[in-house]
């Protein structure tokens, strides 16, 4: 199976290129974003030696499909979604914080609150809870978005005294966070879900606060079985999930979680392929529809030509 690792386009007025941990964002004419879902696939802030055939089409079709359900909540970046691993949108200036919501206490946050920690970006945590229970209510625990390294838990005091984004402009991302979160919820639920966590990155285009990034899927959100949640927390049992934790529970499992001289476990075929199929099998239970692999010859030569089409249209 042919994965995208990277390109190396070169696109009509291209300005600027910049590749992240699994995206490839081309720069148009300086106002126009053509963001490539690559199949490379970070844990622990480290990108993995392999890439995972279709993850990117996954990523990419799933957060196009919670886009265009929340629009009518917060406008959003995207003009175009030209081929399976792409979109185009608008170019936003970001805000440098990620919105992080939880509804329940797992991953980091159960970390942290099993590590002793009662007090989360300023949030503070009623003694007593187990890993994975429901908070009493949803907590925003924002975190600054590193350009390089980790990003890091921040406090909506510490954001807004060092102004990292104004008092108006951080109210409003609360409420568009926990709107969003509502939805996604309610979504999640007709699907046989319970959406545990997630994260939202917003920026501005013509002075207006716009969702950006992609949404609810399981690179950037936590899910839980609606089905057996109660009865494995009565017995104290992991919860059936659907998320990325699983990669980041075999790198544990493996020793590694991207310290320094950890070294980043053999990615065979075989878990290569078990990746990439978790992958689909996440994308047709958040969906409720059947995945079509995007299969051809010249995967790269198909995405190059459904984005310069679309740039044609959009222009």
């Not at 959100?221 to 949640?229: A, E, H, K, L, P």
């Not at 099998?281 to 010859?297: N, P």
């Amino acid at each position: 199976m042919s994965a995208i690792k990277e390109t190396h386009f070169n696109l009509p007025g291209q300005t600027h290129f910049y590749k992240g941990k699994v995206r490839d964002v081309y720069t148009i004419n300086d106002k126009t974003l053509v963001m490539v879902v690559t199949d490379r696939i970070s844990a622990f802030d480290v990108v993995l030696p392999e890439p995972i055939p279709f993850k990117g089409q996954v990523l990419n079709q799933i957060a196009a499909k919670f886009l265009n359900a929340t629009q009518d909540i917060v406008p959003n970046w995207v003009l175009d979604v030209p081929d399976p691993s792409v979109t185009i949108g608008k170019i936003c200036e970001p805000f440098k914080v990620e919105m992080v919501i939880r509804g329940y206490l797992a991953g980091h946050a159960w970390r942290e609150y099993n590590a002793g920690k009662r007090l989360l970006c300023g949030v503070p945590l009623p003694e007593g809870l187990k890993e994975n229970d429901k908070l009493p209510e949803p907590i925003i625990t924002p975190t600054t978005k590193a350009a390089v390294g980790h990003d890091e838990d921040i406090s909506r005091e510490e954001i807004l005294k060092r102004n990292i984004v104004s008092e108006e402009d951080y109210v409003q991302l609360e409420q568009y966070t926990r709107q969003l979160f509502q939805r996604g919820t309610e979504m999640a639920a007709q699907r046989g879900l319970i959406l545990v966590d997630t994260k939202y990155e917003f920026g501005k285009a013509g002075g207006r606060i716009t969702l950006i990034d992609e949404i609810h899927t399981p690179d950037s959100s936590r899910y839980f079985y609606q089905d057996g949640y109660e009865e494995l927390q009565a017995e104290g049992q992991p919860q059936r999930q659907l998320s990325k934790e699983f990669v980041r529970k075999w790198l544990i499992e493996n020793g590694f979680q991207g310290k320094e001289d950890q070294v980043i476990p053999e990615m065979t075929p075989d878990i290569v392929n078990s990746i990439s199929e978790r992958y689909i099998e996440l994308y047709e239970h958040i969906t409720g529809e059947k995945f079509h692999k995007a299969i051809g010859e010249n995967v790269l030569q198909r995405v190059e030509t459904n984005i310069l089409d679309s740039l044609k249209r959009l222009n």
